[in-house]
């Protein structure tokens, strides 16, 4: 085997890019994907997860930065944020809700078979791993939000993962 070439599910890396860019469509985003990886992505400030419910269960989450949480907010609201409120949690969950119904409408396939998904939970601060029990597969997809100023790169990438229990 390649040690250099990363085995994920294609499919699921289509569906995640697909999602996210229509959940962020609505605040007028278009975020770029800039990477992939089979594992979650580096925890940032904030992380909204969702559960996937079916014949195969799982999350989505949506890892972001708190600069990219104000940003995203504020243009899925029309308003300027210059702090993390219930205004701004309420704003990043329904855009991660709206990629979770996505994902949920392009997971219902025989393949994947997911039926529902579960309320947004919210998870602060960036100091913690998410670990998934064997026989669970994960699909990372890193994107680049050109509308954070590019002097904080870091903090203009963010992270839609999903981990599903394998069939």
Known sequence: MDATRIQVDNNLIDAI???TNAGL???GVQPVPVGIS???AQSQELSVVIGLVGQRNGTVTLNVSQRATLYLAGQFTG?????????VFDAVGEITN???GRLKAELSTERY???????PSIV???DYRVHHFSGFSTASVEFELSGVPSVFLKERIFSTTVSLSRS
């Open 38 to 40: 089979s594992r979650p």
């Open 124 to 126: 602060m601060g960036g």
């Open 25 to 27: 469509q609505m605040a």
């Open 98 to 100: 709206i990629i979770a």
């Open 17 to 19: 890019i697909r999602s």
């Open 79 to 87: 308003s300027t944020f210059a702090a993390v409120d219930d205004e």
């Open 113 to 119: 078979q997911i039926a529902n998904i579960s309320c």
